[in-house]
């Protein structure tokens, strides 16, 4: 891999420079603060690429296709530290006072972003590198099937995905090498978690590499590409494929099938590690850049829960159902009126919904992204272990649209009544709106048009799923049972996350408290509760998020009266790119005042 030597070159030339002699002078002009500032954005952006092939492929940036980092190893975990500390250094020396309203936005979000960032490096998150919910396996086997975000459309395209092997098969080892010392220290992944794992590794162990979802690329290359160029890179998929990925793909299973498995910590809670306490609490401020604790989220939850009932059993008195809430949960959960018959049903009422709410959205906003969107089908090697629908961004240029794919996996599970919610939030107006706006926004500085706060992103799409009502998009009372439901699983999500991580539940506990208050199959169940086991606290962002732009937007309403205009309202909570939640309120209260 040429990312380690290229990115020292890159900060030697830098410490070069800034260390030349410079030309006499008898009057020496200061830098513009404005200026200044922009020209260190700039420069962290491009020196971050460097250690992010990946990042800087998802938003077209195609210098670094032919790498894969082994961010967990740890020259790159060091780099990635020094550059946070430098660069933090640097902005503390510029004039904040000296700058715009929008320029001062970014200084203080690029200032909690390196403080959250070295904050978290005293936690070991790199000696447990890998679960069931998020794996640099996984990860590899769509980016490399050619539905991915790495392009294969020319020969250049096909030998930068070569190059991008060896690197992961770097990660690999290093995988192995940090599990083994994370369980010298206590730091482990939930057994449970990891057996899971086991057959997403196994279904990529086939006898030959014409088997692999690896080699699919080769199968469908261009009609354009010379008979030698096919050739040569049949050989040489076939070559890598049988040497490298499948050996590293075997060498990861037997080490967590004869090692790790029998380390493997059997509490689920992140608190059972050492300093847990600590590293959840971290996570939490993270995530949902807030002071609140883990207790009093836990309270929020529980608060919303009960609010939340209390709705649905207005939509069982619209249905007319006579029984308890646990009754109707059961009901809608089995009745088949509520389940297609044929997966392809369900992917064309998807695209049926997203042109009639594309039709609608100009009522609630002014500004539309330009980057095409589509709906597409799960992938089959892939259906049986994603959740139901989620959103790719597209690429700011236009080439790759941003996808909305709907998983019609055992359709026989998949109710109709939750599709409108799920689609406003991960479709229009949810991430591809708020994802595509602030990545199309090309006076903002790119580590605010491609980075991002998870409170922010998820709290605009949970608030896009109640946009819904004023859409008119409920008005059977089962699709409005739906974004109650899908409304409460986020609210869920507070009390269990908070409940696994600070307070010690176990997985069935936080499955009896799913099952008493909520509509939710076994499987959706289980899947939910692994989930938060693996990625502590990022469920608290959908909720949190929510309440807060709700808050923002009452108090808008409130104090505008008659001159709040919702397509402006939300114009102004988009224009500026995911903000930290804090950062969005001042923001939004200035906007008011400024109307005032």
């Known amino acids: 891999m040429t990312l380690r030597p290229a ?44 250690l992010s092939p990946i990042g800087a492929t998802s938003i077209g940036d195609d210098r670094y296709d032919d790498q894969y980092a082994n961010s967990i190893g740890p020259e790159h975990r060091e780099l990635s530290q020094a550059l946070d500390e430098e660069f933090l250094q640097r902005l503390l ?21 390196r403080e959250i960032s070295l904050a978290g490096d005293q936690f070991p998150w790199h000696l447990a590198p890998m679960n069931q919910f998020r794996s640099a396996t996984s990860s590899f086997v769509n980016l490399g099937s050619g539905s991915g975000i790495h392009p ?26 940090n599990m083994k010392e994370g369980i010298r220290q206590g730091v482990t992944q939930p057994k449970i978690l990891m057996a899971k794992l086991v057959p997403q590794l196994e279904s990529q162990l086939v006898d030959s590499a014409e088997e692999s979802g690896f080699y699919s690329p080769v199968l469908n290359m261009p009609d354009d590409f010379s008979e030698a160029d096919k050739e040569r890179l049949r050989g040489a998929y076939k070559e890598a494929i049988e040497s490298k990925i499948l050996p590293a793909f075997e060498r990861l299973n037997n080490f967590i099938g004869d090692e790790y498995m029998g380390a493997a910590r059997e509490s689920v809670g992140l608190f059972a590690v050492p300093d847990g306490e600590a590293w959840y609490a971290h996570n939490v401020r993270a995530i949902t850049t807030t002071d609140y604790t883990p207790e009093e989220i836990h309270q929020i939850g529980l608060g919303e829960v009960e609010r939340i009932h209390g709705e649905m059993r207005g939509v069982m008195e619209a249905v007319g159902f006579e029984g308890s809430l646990n009754e109707f949960f059961e009901y809608v959960y089995s009745d088949p009126q509520f389940f297609f018959d044929e997966p392809e049903e369900l992917i064309q009422a998807y695209r049926d919904m997203s042109a009639h709410i594309e039709s609608l959205a100009p009522g609630l906003f002014k500004l539309f992204p330009k980057t095409p969107f589509e709906v597409r089908r799960v992938e089959p090697f892939r259906e049986a272990s994603s959740s139901k629908g989620s959103y790719q961004s597209g690429s700011p240029d236009g080439t790759r649209p941003g996808i909305f794919y709907a998983n019609a ?32 926004s090309e006076d903002l500085p790119r580590f605010r048009r ?32 739906g974004s109650l439901n899908a409304e409460l699983w986020r609210s869920i999500r507070l009390v269990v996350d908070t409940g696994i991580h600070a307070k010690g539940w176990t997985r069935q506990q936080v499955l009896d408290f799913m099952y008493a208050n909520s509509a939710v199959s076994e499987t959706r169940a289980v899947s939910e509760a692994e989930r938060f086991m693996a990625i502590p606290g990022q469920a608290l962002a959908y909720k949190i998020g929510q309440l807060k732009i709700l808050e923002i937007r009452r108090s808008a309403e409130a104090r505008l009266g008659d001159a709040f205009d919702i397509r402006e309202f939300h114009a102004q909570l988009l224009k500026d790119g995911p903000l930290p939640l804090s950062m969005l309120e001042a923001k939004m209260n200035r906007w008011v005042e400024s109307l005032m």
């Open 450 to 481: 491609f980075g991002g706060s998870t409170a922010y992103t998820e709290g605009w799409g949970l608030y896009s799923e109640y946009l819904g009502r004023e859409m008119g998009l409920y008005e059977d009372p089962m699709d409005l049972f």
């Open 7 to 50: 990115f020292l070159l890159v900060t030697a030339l830098f410490v070069v420079a800034c260390g030349s002699d410079q030309p006499a002078s008898s009057e020496v002009v200061a830098e513009d603060p404005a200026e200044t500032l922009n020209k260190l954005f700039d420069e962290h952006f491009e020196r971050s690429l460097m």
């Open 93 to 113: 020396k510029i004039d904040r006072d000296a700058l715009s309203s929008q320029d001062k936005l970014s200084y203080d979000f690029f200032k909690l972003k």
């Open 409 to 440: 996996y055992n359709v026989g599970i998949r109710p109709k009544w939750d599709m409108i919610s799920l689609f406003l939030h991960e479709a229009i107006p949810g991430h591809h709106f708020q994802i595509s706006l602030a990545r199309e």
């Open 152 to 177: 294969f459309k020319t020969v250049k395209n096909y030998d930068d995905f070569l190059g991008r092997i060896d690197g992961f098969v770097v990660y690999v080892d290093q995988s192995i090498d």
